[in-house]
């Protein structure tokens, strides 16, 4: 068993974490493994031993990060991985360097009263959507293992399963690593990182404003490509929030059957604070604390307000234009300007208006069988009908590279899960394969197309925790 390491965040002064190994498990048993991720990172073999954290393999500098954030607005002091742990990096094919991260390997100096662990349940579901999303085109963390304990986990359901999923990605940094040294006034840590941000992340970049521009055109692409598949992140605290622009943490996130812009699911977002329709939103408020941590390090301090402050304002139009060329693309508009704008959201209203299926209907736009999913269809026809005139042209190429056939349904997930706990693995393999292509249309997985009945609805979902 082999990985070739190469690390260079615990080269970092050692107030960025706190070096710590994984606690070990009875009976680590390799449940899932991604053989392609595998192959990419030159990592060998499928070992339950070091995938459970039952050994620390040789090159491994194992440690807890550390970080702070905004959770639901409000700023939280002190975070840092509680129930994970970085083993370290690998430059992979392409030479892109990645995290290798066991999450639920046990407690952490930064646990608080948490256990370190996770059960099966959010592992897999984290496993299945990461992938699916990774699938879709949309940067994410990757799930590069899940290995089930032996051990049972208490939550508030009673005992459970344990299990340790193993991420991958571009980097765990965040808005909150940086708001930490920011709010303690630890301005040289605040400096070094985010040198070593834009080396590892943004080489282009000029400066921390630099920095600043391009995380908020990498986080304005991101929402926008949530929002295209119907995606509902649940928990856009700034510690879920990355440097890098990819996805992470899928705690209570979900993908709308209905489409509803107030949708929310995480059974602790009791406000509606990050529904899907918030979205973009909350992406220009967790710039605007990256930005608000960045200014520490000028010394004139109002000048540096005004330019971050500009950077920031200039994210609600990078947002909309990504969001007309993905949504623009899914009516099929290769080039949806401003003006498009109301034909979309004439539909997205209509969608609303009668609960249409977020995927289904855009999949099947241009074929009879649109028209099914409302119960307006008169007016649906006199949408469409306006949809004809703009394009002009054959525009099925288009759309169906932009509105994926398949989503990882929530009553999928749940049905997924409770197979697992009762030692079955088929949904969770059969799962994986149908979203592995989520633009193809292929029969033999229909019945994972079709939305959930009423009694299949999964109304909320819950953090890993
Ligand atoms: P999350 O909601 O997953 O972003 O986690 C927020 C914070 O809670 C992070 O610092 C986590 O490390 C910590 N945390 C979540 N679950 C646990 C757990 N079971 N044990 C220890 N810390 C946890
Ligand atoms: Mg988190």
Known sequence: MTIPFDNSFAALPPDFYTKTAPTPVQAPEMLAWNDALADSLGVTDPDADVFGGNRVPDGAEPLAQLYSGHQFGNYNPQLGDGRAILLGEVLDHTGSRRDIQLKGSGPTPYSRMGDGRAWLGPVLREYVISEAMHALGIPTTRALAAVKTGQAV???QGPLPGAVLTRV??????????????????????????DYSIARHHPEADGPLGLLSAVCAAQADLVAAWMSVGFIHGVMNTDNCTISGETIDYGPCAFMDAYHEGRVFSSIDQMGRYAYGNQPRIAVWNMAQLATAL?????????????????????????????????????????????????IEDLLTLMQADGADFTNTFADLGSDKARDHFLQRDAFDAW????????????????????????????QIEAMITAAVDGDMGPFQRLMQALSRPFDRDPQFDDLRRPPTEQEIVPATFCGT
């Open 295 to 343: 200014i520490q390090l000028f010394d004139d301090k109002e000048a540096a307000v005004a330019q971050a402050t500009e950077i920031v304002h200039a994210m609600p139009d990078q947002i909309q234009a990504a969001w007309l060329q993905r949504f623009g693309a899914k009516i099929g508009l290769p080039d949806a300007g401003t003006d498009d704008i109301s034909l």
């Open 169 to 194: 990605a571009a980097s765990h940094l965040r808005v909150g690593t940086f708001q930490i040294f920011a709010h303690r006034g630890e301005i040289d840590a605040l400096a070094t990182l985010t």
């Open 154 to 156: 208490v939550r508030e």
């Open 384 to 411: 469409d009908t306006r949809r004809k005139e703009r394009i002009g042209v054959d525009a099925s190429d288009i759309m169906a590279r932009a509105n994926p056939q398949i989503i990882p349904r929530n009553h």
